[in-house]
């Protein structure tokens, strides 16, 4: 089965520029949570949703950042405006909610580099 | 709210040899899931055991296991005969099992291992 597939792999853009990140879930996946890394922060859950309605965004770090899941089995983040201190490594992940629960499966991550 | 401690930046084993990397975690649940996961410089993340609360026995996966303290709501990994894979950051992580689907990480451990 495929796994969680993040495009673009990397991206380098200017200051100020719309970026767009694309994840597809595993299928039949039903949660999909949205994560971005930098040395000084770690590991930071920016969004997650559940049957493709979003749960909590309260780590969305401001206005330029938005998310997105119109079916389920595509999500995109977006930042609009694009500014260098958004320079990370964005990792999209999901997994099946129920009762027993199941881990979450990680893609390999977009290294997003804004100059 | 829960919280995840690894208070451990950096780690480093000779090959071959055992290493433990610590994980402590505050909850009022008394239910919950507990995660190692593996970055390697490939930046995927991985999966590398998983502990329910309920459960007494330890998790084993391999040379992989768990030393789960619930009292003391301590959640250890120990890795045995290290290898020069198993060089990565390793990140524990805590969900819930009621309400939320969050999963909350650790700032990570980065283990060395050394030829």
């Known amino acids: 089965d495929a796994g969680v597939i993040q495009s673009p792999r990397h991206e380098v853009t200017e200051m100020g520029q719309e970026v767009t990140l694309r994840c597809k879930p595993i299928s039949g996946h039903n949660s999909l949570f949205w994560y971005r890394q930098t040395m000084m922060r770690g590991l930071e859950l920016l969004i997650y949703f559940n049957n493709n309605v979003p749960i909590d965004d309260s780590g969305m770090p401001e206005d330029r950042f938005s998310a997105k899941m119109p079916n389920a089995s595509f999500s995109t983040l977006k930042i609009q405006p694009s500014e260098p201190r958004d320079s990370a490594v964005y990792f999209c992940?999901?997994?099946?909610?129920?009762?027993?629960?199941?881990?979450?499966?990680f893609g390999d991550g977009t290294r997003l580099s804004i100059l | 709210a829960q919280t995840v401690t690894q208070s451990q930046p950096e780690m480093s084993v000779q090959e071959a040899e055992t290493v433990t990397l610590s994980c402590t975690y505050d909850t009022s649940e008394s239910d919950y899931y507990l995660f190692w996961y593996k970055q390697p410089p490939s930046r995927q993340m991985i999966l590398v055991i998983r502990?329910?609360?309920?459960?007494?026995q330890n998790a084993t996966e391999n040379r992989f296991s768990v030393n789960f303290q619930k009292a003391a709501k301590s959640f250890s990994l120990k890795i045995s005969d290290s290898q020069l894979g198993d060089a990565a950051m390793y990140f524990c992580a805590y969900r819930g099992t009621s309400g939320t689907y969050k999963y909350i990480f650790g700032t990570g451990t980065r283990l060395k291992v050394l030829a």
């Open positions: 502990q329910e609360a309920y459960k007494q």
């Open positions: 992940a999901s997994s099946l909610a129920r009762r027993e629960i199941q881990p979450q499966h």
